[in-house]
Structure formats: C-alpha cells, structure tokens
C-alpha cells in the first residue's frame, strides 16, 4: 500500500526555495546528491529554476504525474495545497510543515483540515511535522527527507516518530560503515501511522531487520497486532520508552497508580515478540549483527579466541544473560588436536593463542560450525603484527558465506591501521565490534530473537464455569445506585462468579447478626468496618484479626461501633481468619482499547518496599500468567525456600487468567485489587479487594 511513498518516481516540492539554509531547497540538494533517479519538480510561482531544476509556479503546471509531493510551505496554506495535489492526481504527501496538532489550537484545527482534504481527494499523509523518507535502493536513491546523514545501501529499516532519534540511529549506522534500506519518521502521524510502515516493510525482502522507535501510540491495539505479525516474520528492534521501575514506584499506592503508558509500550513490545532496547547505542550494535547474519537457533555459544582477558569478559558477559558455554565434544577435539598449536586450549572457549594463523582459525571455526551442541560463534580476533591478519580474515569470511551459524566478530586491532582487515570482513558480512561487551551483547539480542520466536506462548484460557450475566447485572445495578466502588458483598460476590476462591465470608448489621455469620462461617473470624467511605481499613483500625469466639467478636464490633459510629451505612464484614499465608496482590487497570494492565506480586511489604511486581496486558495466558509469577525478584519466596513451605502457584496463575477474563468480559471494570490473597501450599483465597467500575 506505501509502495509509492517508498518508491517515487517523481517528486515535487510545494514550497522549493532558492534560499540555501531552508528546507524547501534543503530536500531538492538532498534529491540531488544523493543521485536519485526519478523527476524533480520544484513548485514556486517566483522562480523559474531552483538549484538549476526547471521550477513550476503551480503544482497544476507540472507537465507529467506526479507520484509524491513535500509540502513545505507555512501551515495555514497546507489544506489548500494538499488540494491542489488532490486536482493534480497525487497519491502521496510529506507534509514537512510543524504548527500542527503539537501546538495546540488552531494546529490541530489545521491538521483536522488537511485530514479532511486529504480524505476527499484520497490522499495519503505522511506527517505533519516530520522529516520524510528515504529509501536507499541504488535504482531509485529517494532521499525524501531535509536531514543530513547519506546512508549507504543496507539491510535495515528505521522508523520512528521522532525526527532526532531515527537521525541519530541513522548517523551511528553511518559512522559504523553499515548501510541501511528504508528510514521513515513521521513526526505526528496524522495519517500513515509506525503500524502501516511496518506493516509494508514486513514484506519488503531487502528489509532484514527493522528498528523502531515509539513515544504515544494512538492505536496501541492495531499496533500490538501488526508488531506481532511482523516480529514473526523477521526481527524488530524497539527502544523501550520507558523503565518499569517507574511503574512499579506507583504500584505503592494501589495498582491504579501503577499503570503508566510507559509500561504499557514495553509490555506492547513484549507480547508482540519485539526485541527490546533501553540504550540505542546497544540497539545500533546488535541491528548490525542481524542484518548480516542468520539467527541463532539456541543459546549455545561456541567461542573462539587468540587472547586471553577478552574471552573472559565475553564469558561473563554472554553467561549473565543466560547463555551457554558447553564443552566441546570428544569429536571435536579430536578434530582439533593436530591442526592447533600444541600450546592451544583445545575446550570452549577454544584458545588458539596469538601465534594462530589463518589455518588455525579456520579448523576451530570448522570444528565450531560442525558441533551439534553448538548454535553460534563467538570471536576474539586480536591482530598480532607476527602473523597474517589479512588471511585470517579471508578464512572467517569463507566460513561465513555458508551461512551456517552466526558468527560475531570482537576485533581488536587499530582500526586506522588495519583497514584491509576491515574491508574483508565488511565485505564478507561478518559484523565486528571493538569490545568483547559489545559484540556479547549483539549476540544475546539475536539470541533473545530466537527465545521469543520459539516460545509458545499459548491460547488464552476460556474459563466456561463463569456467571458473565449475573456479573453484568450485579455491575449495572451497582452503577445504577451511582456507586464507584464496589461494596463488600458486591465484590466477593462478583468474584466467586468468576471462579476466584474467595475467603469465607458474610456481612452484619449489628453484633447479634455478626454472632449468627461467624457460627456459619466457623471461628476465628476477622471482622472489618464496611462502608464506601472506609478505604485503608486497616490503617483505621477497621480490621480486627484472629477473633477466637463469639466474645471477641462482640468486643471488637463494639469497639468499631465506637470508632465508626458516625459513618452512614456502616457495616461489619465477617470473615474467615487465614492465618500463616503468603500475601499476595493481583491487580488490574483498565488502558481502553489496548485492554486492561494485570498485575502480580508479593503482598505487603514487598509491594510497597521492593517494588517487586510484575506485569502483563489482558487477555493473559497461562504461559504469561506462569511467566508474571517466576519473574518478580522474590518469586523464591513462593516456591520453598529455606524450609518453608511452597505456594500452590498453579492457583495463583489460574486466577490472574481469571481476572483476566473478568476485566476483559466486563471492561467497566477501571481498576481493581484484590491485596492480599492468602497463599498456602494448596490454595489461595481473596480476603481483601477493590474494585472500581
Ligand atoms: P486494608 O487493606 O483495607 O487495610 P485488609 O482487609 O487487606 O484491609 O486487611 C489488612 C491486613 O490484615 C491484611 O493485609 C492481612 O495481613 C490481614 N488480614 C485481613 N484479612 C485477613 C484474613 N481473613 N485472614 C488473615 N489475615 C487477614
Ligand atoms: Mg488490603
């Protein structure tokens, strides 16, 4: 649907300048140096050339088609001109023009006006506020776009909202000598959103690896959606945009204040299958190894070296992130035991010492490639001045051209001295970093690739032992009341309909009926103060534990009568006392259309102290629930740990899919708490929850 964006045939500029420092001339020159081969049509009524192109005083006089148009003229003429382009036949429009939606006001009253244009004459919009395209095909060299860097022709695509972090990317690929296809930012996405350039660039065969770079998500459902087919079909890069950390301070007061954005878009990336980044220079370095090489099918690394210090690091670094370093097998050491000095270390790593030459290099990357236990290779290349650097390089890359495993490359030479070295492996495909950290690191990402291609994340469980029309109308009947949040007995009723085990329970209005509730439900019994206006009970002293007999009861409805005596529509909530469990809290938040954010963590404390909880985004699956559950910092504490017993954590995963469903059958559900359920070793049961609709 974007070919044409992408591949223009011709281009004209509404707003061409004779004036070197502005845009309007700054995207003729870039056109031109970058040596594009389609039509250039400068559009200015007062000159006859711009930067000696024959220039058109309207976008009506330009003689043949016109396939897309750069608007860079002010603001308040850009409905007009889109018009114009509309009469004229044009498909596509960068508007490069700011003073849109991002101003406020009148901007976003004009961006409603060149949307409503652009709808009527079936024109597509790229911006407004934004820098362009462009698309490095050495057929067509479009350089739609007034920034600076000239990529060279390559294998990754780059989109971003923001013109200063897809430049920034851009540059450092430039730097780096690695050569990109496609670049796309698209300032306030009016129109083309990030989810249609992905979306086109999925089948984009060039298109090896994408990266990109998200701020606000108008659509975080579509977006979800597409990243996730996209991610499946070759590997997405994504900035991160926020840190959960953050989140999680908020996650102190109650799961409400938990839920930013931020952690949505990570959690977006996450269950698309998306790689995620929160540093692009680490970003930049592992796009560079996928676009070159194949991806990892395991995590089993092979590794290579002819020094000493750096295989250590390496070592560390790719064991942290849960890599492996398997011996070698019996075979290849066989293998290797006479083609390697007999002062090698004929293991994994396989130390060919600095004396190695090219036919030392290329049995260990043999013996590496033929391993089964073995699915990528790592390599330390130092460049002694006593042996053949060039020739050593020249046997990698022979090994690579097969393809059979990636290989990485921590090069350690000076790079103003060695440029043939250079120039081989570059032209030979082999990506190569200047610390073993960093070339680690590139490796770990396309690993990470491999890990969420693979995993089965699983359908979503269908519970079909819920209530969803009696849940519907205990909601609409509490909505009716003009209730905001739940009570009581509204809420534990709510929940037993959807099959979350609830801690026994009943209400009362006065000690007598309280005496009659705990018979039933069986002492000790908790008692609790239940009104709409009682939120912390606790800290109210609204709840009173471990009541052994109809006496303490009657003690401490007593006691709360006195406290709470002045509350209108004060009630006891009676409860069954669970006493020796773990707490646990499991929240929800509704974020609109994307759904609702589920949380998970330890109760008490470790909620509000650690900040140790952990995330995910309805509908939840099993292997997500499991996933939520392992992956907070205390997670030993619920599977035994130093005699104490486990939970029953089986429990805990089917209620979060639970919640789940309940928040996603019945969206108005804002937010809702249940902290804490009680855990033990064979059940777990709410005993204290809020839910507002
Ligand atoms: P709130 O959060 O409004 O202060 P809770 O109902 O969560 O009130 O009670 C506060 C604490 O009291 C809980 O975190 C838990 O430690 C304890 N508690 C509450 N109900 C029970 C129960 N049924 N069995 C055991 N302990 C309970
Ligand atoms: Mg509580």
């Known amino acids: 649907m974007l070919h044409t964006l992408f591949n223009p045939k011709s281009v004209a500029v509404i707003g061409a300048s004779a004036k070197e420092l502005s845009i309007g001339n700054r995207i003729i020159k870039n056109l031109v140096e970058f040596g594009y081969k389609g039509a250039i049509y400068p559009i200015n009524p007062g000159s006859a050339t711009i930067r000696d192109i024959k220039a058109y005083p309207t976008i009506a006089d330009v003689p043949g088609p016109v396939d897309l148009v750069h608007i860079v003229i002010p603001n308040k003429f850009v409905p007009d001109a889109i018009a114009d382009c509309g009469k004229k036949g044009v498909k596509f429009v ?8 991002e101003v406020g006001g009148e901007g976003e009253k004009l961006e409603e006006a060149i949307i409503a244009r652009a709808k009527e004459y079936g024109i597509r919009i790229f911006g407004p506020n934004c820098q362009g395209i462009i698309n490095t095909d050495p057929a067509l060299k479009a350089y739609c776009n007034f920034t600076f860097t000239r990529p060279e022709e390559g294998h990754i695509s780059i989109v971003a909202q923001s013109g200063g972090v897809a430049e920034v990317i851009n540059q450092r690929f430039s730097e780096l000598g690695v050569g990109i296809r496609m670049y796309a930012s698209n300032g306030n996405a009016c129109d083309i959103s990030i989810s249609d350039v992905l979306e086109y660039w999925a089948d984009d065969e060039k298109t090896r690896v994408i990266v990109v770079y998200v701020e606000g998500l108008p659509e975080p459902k579509r977006f979800m959606e597409t990243l996730k087919k996209v991610a499946a079909k070759k590997p997405v890069l994504a900035m991160k945009a926020g840190r959960t950390e953050e989140g999680a301070k908020a996650a102190s007061s109650h799961t409400g204040g938990l839920a930013r954005k931020e952690i949505a878009t990570e959690l977006i990336f996450e269950k698309a299958g998306a790689v995620t980044f929160r540093d692009e220079e680490e970003l930049c370095q592992a796009a560079v190894a996928f676009a070159s ?3 990892p099918k395991g995590k089993r690394v092979g590794l290579i070296t002819n020094t000493g210090g750096p295989a250590i690091i390496a070592t560390d670094e790719l064991v942290d992130a849960g890599l492996e370093i398997p011996p070698l097998s019996e075979k290849a050491k066989a293998f290797l035991k006479d083609k390697l000095y007999a002062a090698a270390s004929i293991n994994n790593p396989i130390d060919v010492i600095a004396t190695a030459g090219a036919p030392h290099f290329r049995a260990a990357v043999d013996a590496m490639m033929q391993e089964p236990q073995i699915d990528s290779v790592y390599i330390n290349f130092v460049t002694p001045f006593f042996v053949d650097n060039e020739s050593i390089a020249r ?5 690579n051209k097969a393809g059979i495993k990636p290989i990485i490359c921590n090069l350690m030479t000076d790079k103003r001295q060695w440029t043939e070295v250079i120039r081989i492996l570059k032209e030979g495909g082999i990506p190569f970093y200047s ?11 396309m690993t990470r690739y491999n890990d969420l291609c693979a995993r089965k994340t699983g359908e979503v469980k269908k519970f079909s032992d819920v209530n969803i029309t009696k849940a519907e109308a205990l909601i609409n009947n509490a909505k009716k009341s003009g209730k905001e949040y739940l009570s009581a007995a509204e809420l534990y009723e709510l929940l037993s309909l959807y099959g979350i085990p609830v801690a026994g329970w009943g209400t009362a209005k006065s000690a007598e009926e309280a005496e009659k509730t705990a018979s039933k439900i069986g002492y000790p019994v908790v008692v609790k103060a239940d009104a709409e206006s009682i939120v912390h009970k606790s800290d109210m002293g609204g709840v009173a534990v471990n009541l052994a007999d109809a006496n303490a009861l009657k003690a401490a409805v007593s006691k709360m009568k006195e406290k709470f005596g002045t509350v209108p529509d004060l009630k006891f ?8 469990g773990r707490e646990v809290i499991v929240g929800a938040k509704s974020e609109g259309e994307l759904g609702h ?3 998970f963590g330890l109760g008490g404390i470790y909620v509000e102290v650690l900040k140790d909880v952990s995330f995910g985004i309805t509908p939840i699956t099993g292997y997500e629930a499991d996933k939520m559950i392992s992956s907070i910092k205390t997670s030993k504490l619920l599977t035994g740990y130093r005699g104490q017993k486990p939970v029953d954590q089986k429990i805990l995963a089917e209620i979060l899919q639970r919640v789940s469903q309940l928040v996603s059958d019945i969206p108005a559900i804002q937010e809702m708490d249940l902290n804490p359920i009680m855990a033990f070793e064979d059940k777990a049961l709410v005993v204290d929850a809020r839910i507002k609709i």
Not at 94 to 101: M, R
Not at 435 to 445: C, K, S
Not at 573 to 580: E, H, R, V, Y
């Open 573 to 580: 909530f009676i409860q069954k006392f669970l006493p020796g």
């Open 435 to 445: 610390f073993p950290e960093t070339a680690a690191r590139a490796l770990v990402a």
């Open 395 to 399: 046997e990698l890359v022979a090994v």
């Open 293 to 295: 090489q194949p991806i």
């Open 94 to 101: 960068i508007v490069n023009t700011a003073g849109f939606k």
């Open 597 to 599: 954010l589920v949380l």
